[in-house]
């Protein structure tokens, strides 16, 4: 059976690569690809096991080609022409209906609605379609959305590892989502982004909005000052930990 994966993520990839190492999925071909606007991928990964594509130019050659389709992150839409003629399946960063779109863990440090990971067949809307299976991230307070996306990414691998067989086999019973639940689109996040600073707001909330937008290796947040100069904010949060090994101001 040929199944194609369609990934814009190196961790999820290079776990997927050893996930389906296993005997299990001798009988399977796995044909891989990421997204042809996907600049990085295309002069560290191209070659002729790991293609760019680009698939609304492709639809009909794969409706015949792949029995399934599997979406591990992915820069683009899936056309409806697409996800209508053939099972399209989606590993998506989130809890739906919860925070569906862009970065949910972001949206739900702020908002307080469930995160985590749910696997579920696509339809034509977004992070929509009927879920196979999820689970739940907690978020800590002392957390950012950066520690919280390591958690889900995790995740995203144990829930494939359990159900990746029965994915591939149709032997599931994909369940219908309790609600349309909300979503938020890249705009969102880029306004989430300007920091309004005569805003009132509670420590609380401050420090909620910062540790969403704070993540490793991005500029997100940020503010203009008087001269008009923009200035990025992120915040650091330390967990104090063993409280018995915290060394003892010596005593006079
Ligand atoms: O793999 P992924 O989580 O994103 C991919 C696709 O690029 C995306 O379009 C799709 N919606 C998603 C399901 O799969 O990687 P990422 O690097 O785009 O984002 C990972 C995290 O990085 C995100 O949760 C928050 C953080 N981030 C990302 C960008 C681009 C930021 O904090 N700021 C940013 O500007």
Request: hydrophobic share 35%.
């Amino acid at each position: 059976m040929k199944i194609m994966v369609l990934t814009d993520n190196e961790f999820i990839y290079n776990e997927f690569k050893e996930i389906i190492k296993d005997k299990k999925y001798n009988d399977i071909n796995f044909e891989f690809f990421f997204s042809e606007s996907n600049k990085l991928f295309k002069t560290k990964f191209m070659r002729d096991d790991f293609k760019s594509i680009d698939l609304k130019c492709r639809i009909n050659e794969l409706v015949s080609n792949y029995k399934l389709v599997l979406s591990l992150h992915c820069k683009q839409m899936f056309p409806s022409d697409l996800v209508n003629q053939i099972r399209c399946v989606n590993v998506h960063p989130g809890f739906n209906p919860y925070n569906r779109g862009w970065f949910p863990q972001v949206f739900s440090i702020i908002n307080k609605l469930p995160t985590g990971v749910t696997i579920h067949e696509m339809d034509e809307e977004l992070d929509h379609g009927n879920i196979i299976a999820q689970k739940k991230v907690d978020i800590f307070q002392w957390e950012t959305a950066y520690e919280v996306y390591k958690k889900i990414q995790y995740t995203e691998i144990q829930l494939l590892k359990i159900h990746l067989r029965d994915i591939v086999d149709n032997n599931y019973k994909a369940i219908q989502p309790l609600s349309e639940g909300n979503i938020n689109k890249e705009k969102d996040f880029n306004k989430l982004c300007e920091i309004n600073l005569n805003k009132l707001v509670t420590f609380k909330e401050a420090i909620d909005y910062l540790r969403a937008v704070s993540f490793s290796g991005y500029k997100n947040a940020y503010f203009y000052d008087e001269s008009g100069e923009k200035i990025f904010v992120e915040i650091k949060l330390e967990l104090e930990k063993d409280k018995n090994n915290v060394k003892q101001c010596p005593t006079k």
